[in-house]
């Protein structure tokens, strides 16, 4: 190729490289993009700073039954341990009873845990605490079609603070009553 | 869009030179930064003997570079390194802003081993051209001499070029200052919370909003080619796993199946993605899925909690957080799924979250040192680990992509801000938020 060639693909190259520029900044944040592609589950459509609070009308939330045992929502755990002990053992179990009694009432447990190590790995252990909660309310009369299960990992502390006392309180599973019920079969 | 670098030898013969004056026309940052307040930088460790430099403040020709101090912008980048120590402006004998105004002899008498001088000039179509040299005092030798081209709103992006540029020349590395993070910054209290995820230039100036959101978004993983992001979202009050387009906003969902869906980790071909998936039954595995085919191929099925994959380079193995030895330890598996995994790290009783430097050597992890949090980095062929950092909560370490430093983050007080460390434990950084703490930095690849 001669120099001068060379020289002709250099513009050509630098030219198209403009163009491409300018068109990136028109097309800069557009009002509502469009999904890019055919999603496995339910598209959510974004924007150039979106926003995602999208509210799940189905996710609603109740305040749920209130009667003793029943008032308390929340389980605790020791640090990187999903085993339900203690009054959480007899918390469980009322709320296991009342929705044996409510077939139509719907749970959402969301487990989480203390700040300490990986937030990924937190995921994975507030997910087992959940379902060590599910496993135990479906054993004694829940029904699985009542249960949904969420993980927040370390993302959601129920209290600020880094001492053991904050992290005992954030170890833990909160039973969320949905105020949609189930519907009839 | 980035300024285009134009090599030395094509400014200093007339015929190149108009390849020069015609790569005005390419580039320029689109100017789309938020008036957000910038991450404020502490420098917190640097080497015993930084090298001496004096970056001469810039010649400006115009208003229209927006009253950026290009030098200033360099002096950063170099000190923040903790590699250089730059000559205050007041001890400066001149202010050239060319190489052959320079005497380096009066320069060498400042003890700068090395001088940096430049301009910012107005050419046509409303681009800037910066220009720079770099000098050796002792031997006046130019080691290098560039230009780069583009919009006003590229200086800030031209003016790291050129710390990138300073940097390989005297230390031999491919400088990463014009590069971009990513992190998840957080503010309020339940039910008021804020989770925002953010890119910026790799120093925390030019902050851009990529998503806002009252429900957590975590661990943001780039593209293989800048150019997206991938990231798990709570905005259905249930996890999914999103990839958008950093430019413009535009965004898909690629996972929300029942249970955990996590750890997104693009792999280096850029055409999956390894994530964490836990199925109905809780129990979270790995998995790779193919973007275009929506494919999904399972890679570990255990009763443990397996998560937190990453690509080896070669995309051939992948790294991941397992407990299923009793404790979090980092295991490799073929990207061939059947393969049975090999535990990797055997010292101490926790080990988790991996990345692998760009060369494939090392890997970086959070590490439980002495009841500490802390980030480490083990060297995979001898199996030797160190610790790089001293807080109680480090996590998330990052690779910058020349491999040299780390960006991890840590607990300061209340707050989490982020930190960089040098893969030799030498220099760090830290970067915090005015308010609010911001944490999971993810370190860009290097842009064309």
Redesign the interface.
């Known amino acids: 190729m001669t120099e001068e060639a060379s020289m002709r693909r250099v513009m050509i190259v630098l030219l198209v490289a403009a163009s491409v520029a300018l068109g990136a900044c028109a097309a800069k944040r557009p009002a509502a993009a469009p999904p890019a592609a055919p999603a496995a589950n339910e598209a959510v459509q974004g924007s150039g700073a979106g926003s995602a609070n999208a509210a799940a009308g189905a996710d609603e939330e109740a305040a749920g039954p209130q009667a003793g045992l029943l008032a308390t929502h929340l389980v605790y755990f020791d640090f990187d341990s999903s085993e339900i002990k203690g009054t959480g053992t007899d918390v469980v179990a009322a709320h296991a009873k009342f929705l044996g009694g409510h077939a139509d009432t719907r749970v959402r447990l969301e487990g989480h845990t203390d700040e300490r190590g990986s937030r990924e790995y937190n995921i994975g252990l507030g997910e087992r605490r959940a379902q060590a909660v599910r496993r135990a309310l479906l054993l004694q009369g829940a029904a699985d079609a009542q249960i949904s299960t969420v993980s927040y990992g370390e993302e959601r502390p129920a209290v600020p603070g880094h001492d053991e006392a904050a992290w005992a309180k954030n170890r833990r599973v909160e039973i969320v009553y949905l105020a949609q019920p189930l519907p009839p079969k | 869009?980035r300024m285009?670098p134009i090599p030395a030898s094509q400014l200093v013969s007339g015929?190149r030179g108009?390849?020069g004056a015609?790569?005005l026309?390419?580039?320029?940052l689109?100017p789309?930064h938020?008036a957000r307040a910038a991450l404020q930088i502490e420098i917190t460790s640097g080497v015993r003997d930084p090298v001496p430099i004096a970056i001469v403040p810039f010649a400006r020709a115009v208003a229209a570079d927006g009253g950026l101090d290009v030098a200033e912008v360099v002096q950063h980048d170099l000190e923040g390194s903790g590699r250089f120590r730059a000559l205050p402006r007041e001890r400066m004998p001149a202010t050239p802003t060319r190489a052959d105004e320079i005497a380096p002899a009066v320069w060498k008498g400042t003890g700068s081993d090395y001088v940096v001088v430049g301009r910012v000039t107005a050419i046509d179509n409303g681009q800037l051209a910066v220009d720079f040299d770099l000098l050796n005092t002792l031997t006046g030798a130019r080691l290098a001499a560039q230009r780069f081209v583009g919009a006003a709103s590229a200086v800030r992006n031209a003016a790291h070029r050129v710390s990138d540029v300073i940097y390989q020349k005297i230390l031999g590395v491919r400088g990463a200052f014009a590069t971009r993070i990513a992190y998840v910054a957080a503010d309020g209290?339940?039910p008021a919370?804020r989770y925002q995820l953010i890119v910026s230039d790799a120093d925390g100036a030019n902050q851009?909003?990529?998503?806002?959101?009252?429900?957590?978004?975590?661990?943001p993983s780039w593209s293989p080619d800048g150019q997206w992001l991938a990231y798990v979202?709570?905005?259905?009050?249930?996890?999914?796993v999103?990839v958008?387009?950093v430019?413009?906003?535009?965004?898909?969902?690629?996972?929300?199946?029942a249970?955990?869906n996590?750890?997104p980790e693009w792999s280096p071909d850029g055409r999956k993605l390894a994530l964490?998936l836990?199925g109905g039954?809780?129990?979270?595995d790995i998995y790779i899925l193919d973007l275009a085919s929506?494919e999904l191929t399972r890679l570990t099925d255990d009763p443990a909690?397996?998560?937190?994959p990453v690509w080896a380079p070669d995309g051939h193995s992948l790294y991941f957080?397992s407990?299923r030895a009793g404790s979090?330890q980092i295991y490799r598996i073929a990207a061939q799924s059947g393969a049975h995994p090999t535990r990797i790290t055997f010292g101490g009783s926790?080990n988790?979250?991996p990345r692998v430097s760009p060369d494939g050597s090392q890997l970086a992890m959070?590490t439980l040192d002495n009841g500490a949090?802390r980030i480490a980095v083990q060297d995979l062929a001898s199996g030797t680990a160190r610790v790089l950092s001293h807080g109680r909560?480090d996590?998330?370490p990052s690779f910058a992509p020349n491999g040299a430093t780390l960006i991890y983050s840590e607990?300061d007080g209340?707050r989490g801000v982020l930190a960089t460390v040098s893969t030799d434990g030498l220099t760090g950084l830290r970067l915090k938020a005015p308010q609010g703490e911001v944490r999971?930095p993810a370190w860009g690849p290097f842009s064309p």
């Open positions: 869009m285009r015929r108009l390849a015609l790569a026309m390419v580039v320029g689109c789309t938020d209290s339940p919370q851009h909003l990529v998503l806002e959101s009252r429900f957590p978004l975590m661990s979202s709570f905005e259905t009050k249930h996890s999914g999103y958008q387009l430019r413009s906003g535009e965004r898909r969902q690629v996972s929300a199946r249970g955990v996590g750890a964490t836990g039954g809780g129990n979270p929506q909690i397996d998560t937190e957080t407990d979090a926790y988790a979250r959070v949090y909560l996590e998330s607990r209340e999971e």
